[in-house]
């Protein structure tokens, strides 16, 4: 499992381009919510 307390936090946080004065594009991305993984296997 991830994030097993289902918080909710910014996963990355650019600002813009160095030496930007005006117009610098900021972008946040959000984290994944709480994912489960699972596993399977079989022989035969």
Known sequence: ???A???RYWASVY??????T????ESLYA???R????TFS???
Do not use: D, K, R
């Open 22 to 25: 005006s117009n610098a594009a």
């Open 15 to 20: 600002t813009g381009s160095p030496g930007a």
């Open 5 to 7: 307390t289902n918080e």
């Open 1 to 3: 499992m991830s994030n």
């Open 31 to 33: 984290g994944l919510p």
């Open 35 to 38: 994912v489960y993984h699972f």
């Open 42 to 44: 079989a022989e035969f």
